[in-house]
């Protein structure tokens, strides 16, 4: 687990305030993707968001990113609202940037090393903005050697066919980093390497929060990586956070049963039983009346919450959205009950 340069009485440097995002199926249902998300980062902060397939994780990211708009609520950077006007958005990308999982896919075969780094670089011209008086080849040299290509003039004319997948996930950090982002959105950024290059790819994000004092959003289904290199973690299910709080506070004192179960079947996690969750995520077009998580919640399945007299609740009182700052928080009716956290 890392610890950060956070300050938890900074202002946020990006937020999410109640944001919804909605799709039409073929039908004509709406389906809820992110349902009334609460959410904020600090300035250095690596903050992990975790959960199953499905349970809305990607959909935030791109909605933080500015590639999907929200249905309501609100993106901020500093306060101030996602503008998507084009000029908007190409000066809120300046700041916020993004690896995507798919490293192959993400890199244009048809472009050599240099040419995906200087993309961005020549779109938002920082090479006659440079403050040092760089030329656009200096800072595609600085970037590549920021991610760890080194040297980085022998591997300018190579082609994504001629790299291993650690140095494909490399050239993506680069190009990202090329603009000198203060938060960095990466998308499951390790999934597919071996576990060597994974160890090196998260050390690499640690070392650049560390010195260029840049916030990181990291997308896992992993807890170990989010112990590894988050400050802070928010637990997602069906479209909203059902637990936040420090790495510590959720990873090692968890509260809601949806995180107790995903942590039972980690391998390096000793003593813990294993939960078996049945079933899936529920169709978004049909999110359960009450505590969204009910249908699979193991808690209602071994009796706990009908001892607890939180059962009627669980199945038809629905919850509020977890704030996107503060102390451990969960959206728990049993959760609720048990513990003397205010509400």
């Keep these: 687990m890392t610890a950060g340069p956070t300050d938890a009485g900074a202002a946020p440097l990006l937020e999410a305030r ?123 040299a ?69 010195e260029l004092g840049m916030g990181v959003v990291v997308v896992t289904h992993d807890l170990g990586l989010a112990w590894n290199i988050a400050d802070r973690i928010a637990v997602m299910y069906l479209g909203r956070v059902v637990e936040c709080g420090t790495t510590e506070e959720v990873l090692i004192a968890p509260r809601h049963p949806y995180t107790k179960a995903l942590l039972s079947v980690v391998p390096e996690i000793e003593g813990l039983e294993p939960v078996v969750l049945t079933g899936e995520i529920p169709d978004p077009t049909r999110i359960p009346a009450g505590c969204r998580f009910h249908p699979r919640c193991p808690a209602l399945a071994d009796g706990t919450a009908e001892r607890a007299d939180v059962a009627g609740a669980c199945r038809t009182e629905p919850l509020e959205v977890l704030p996107g700052t503060g102390e451990h928080r969960t959206a728990c009716h049993l959760d609720r009950v048990m513990s003397s956290t205010p509400r």
């Design 18 to 140: 109640g944001v919804t995002v909605e799709f039409l199926t073929r039908a004509g249902h709406a389906a809820r993707a992110l349902d009334g998300v609460d959410l904020s980062v600090q300035p250095g902060e690596v903050l992990a968001l975790v959960g199953e397939s499905g349970s809305g994780k990607t959909t935030l990211a791109r909605t933080l990113m500015g590639l999907q708009r929200p249905t309501r609520g609100q993106v901020l950077l500093e306060g101030r609202p996602l503008d998507y006007s084009a000029r908007g958005l190409r000066s809120y990308r300046r700041r916020v940037q993004m690896v995507l999982q798919d490293a192959a896919g993400a890199l244009n075969p048809r472009q050599n090393v240099y040419e995906s780094v200087a993309e961005g670089i020549r779109l938002h011209g920082r090479a006659k903005s440079d403050d040092q008086g760089r030329s656009e080849a200096e800072l595609v």
């Design 142 to 210: 600085a970037a590549m050697s920021d991610a760890g290509l080194r040297p980085p003039e022998k591997l300018f004319l190579r082609f994504p066919h001629e790299l291993s997948g650690g140095q494909k996930q490399r050239v993506l950090i680069a190009g990202a980093l090329a603009l000198r982002p203060e938060l960095l959105l990466a998308d499951e950024p390790v999934s597919s390497l071996d576990a060597s290059i994974r160890g090196e790819i998260l050390a690499l994000l640690l070392k650049l929060r560390q």
